[in-house]
Structure formats: C-alpha cells, structure tokens
C-alpha cells in the first residue's frame, strides 16, 4: 500500500537556527515528491517538488529538500528558521503511472518557531 | 489573479439536512478535487474530476455527492447520509491530469454541526 509518515507531530526550533522536517514514504516506483504549508484556517501552499535530477531541491520562502532514494526520504529543510516560518507542514507523494494525478498526504508535522 | 474560491468559509449543517460547499476556479485548470481534513491527520480525498461532465470517487465518498458541468465549478454536496461531517474541506486543481504537476488549493470551508 502506497503510505507517507511524517513521524514528528511537532517541530520547535529557536529562530535563527536550522530547521528540519522529515518525510518518508513507502511508494513503488519513482514518485513525485512535494512539500506543502498551511497556515491556521487556511489552505496549502505549494513549496516545492522534486520530479528527477538534482537531488537538493530549492522551493520557495528559503526552503529546500533533499531527496535519498535508499532511505525513501524527502526531508525538509532551511537554513535559518523564522518566527513567521510557523505553520503545518505536509509532504506529498504522487506515485507514477496510473490514470491521474493522486496525491498521498502525510499527517501533517507543525513547526514552531521561537524568538 | 488567479486562484481558487471557496464559499462559504464557514457553514453550519443542521440534523438530516444536505449542504453544498462551492469551489470555483479562475485558472482553467482541467482537474479539481476535492478533499477532507481532520486534526492530526493528513487529507483524505472525497471525489476528484479530470474533465467537465466526469467525476470519480475517492477514498471516502460515501456520503458526498459532487458535479462538474462547467471547468471552474466544482461544488460539492454534503448529504445526510454523512454522519460524521465536521471537518475542514479543501478544493484544488491541477492544470491536468498527468501526474507529476502540484495541485493548487483554496482556502477551504469549515463545516459544523448545529
């Protein structure tokens, strides 16, 4: 069965500091991978997506995400976290081949950022 | 701009009454879909549609009905045969149906019981 975990419910970090959110999936074949932010009461934006090639991926608002085939992890990252960067975070999964574009979602991993 | 809307952003639905959330979408997108959030879980899709006149189930339509008689409406119909219906629902798209392109999503409606 196709899964995404997002094994951490909750992220805190200081301001200042890297931040990582971590992903995994258990999908057959190459998927699309990608990385959502919700903030309260609204929907997801896009951040980015990994489809093939370089395996770091440079999104949008300072994030990124490196993909490991052998680990089947697609982690999320930035450098210097901001207070503003505090939100729920989604990864998302679309395996390849089938007939449309289905999207697994993680359960979602809120991050704190603290001043 | 372009986007997507989502009306109303809040809705109350009384016992045994049928509610219609609305989705329109001004980026001639040829997919939507439509989906659940509960807390602490991640979202779960209801019915998604790859072209006007068509829609298939998802994951967990029972309870819901959808249409798609024109490319940006989307609405969506909580009957009720949906007996646990509060949640968070999210409308998107996709320029098509090949896989690989980031679905894009409206800010949702928050569904209650009265």
């Known amino acids: 069965a196709q899964s995404v975990a997002q094994p951490e419910d909750q992220v805190n970090v200081a301001e200042g500091n890297p931040l990582t959110v971590k992903c995994t999936y258990s999908?057959?074949?190459?998927?699309?991978l990608f990385w959502y932010v919700q903030y309260p009461n609204r929907g997801l934006q896009f951040l980015l997506k990994?489809?093939?090639?370089?395996?770091l991926v440079k999104g949008s608002y300072g994030f990124e995400a490196e993909f490991n085939k052998s680990q089947t992890s697609f982690h999320l990252k930035k450098p210097s976290a901001l207070v503003s960067d505090s939100a729920l975070y989604f990864c998302?999964?679309?395996?390849?081949?089938?007939?449309?574009?289905?999207?697994?979602f993680g359960s979602g991993t809120k991050l704190n950022v603290k001043p | 701009d372009g986007g997507i809307t989502q009306s109303p952003k809040y809705l109350f639905r009384k016992e045994g009454q049928n509610v219609t959330l609305s989705c329109e979408q001004n980026?001639?997108?040829?997919?939507m879909y439509w989906y659940r959030q509960d807390p602490g879980q991640g979202l779960r899709l209801i019915y998604y549609?790859?072209?006007?006149?068509?829609?298939q189930k998802g994951d967990i339509a029972e309870g819901y009905s959808v249409s798609r008689e024109k490319k940006e409406s989307f609405p969506l119909t909580v009957t009720s045969a949906q007996k646990n219906p509060t949640a968070f629902y999210l409308c998107?798209?996709?320029?098509?149906?090949?896989?690989?392109?980031?679905?894009?999503f409206g800010d949702g409606t928050r569904l209650s019981i009265l």
């Open positions: 998302a999964v679309s395996p390849p081949g089938g007939n449309f574009n289905k999207f697994y």
């Open positions: 998107a798209s996709s320029l098509g149906t090949a896989v690989g392109g980031p679905q894009h």
């Open positions: 990994y489809i093939t090639g370089d395996n």
């Open positions: 980026l001639n997108h040829d997919a």
């Open positions: 999908v057959s074949g190459n998927p699309y």
């Open positions: 549609s790859q072209i006007v006149n068509d829609f």
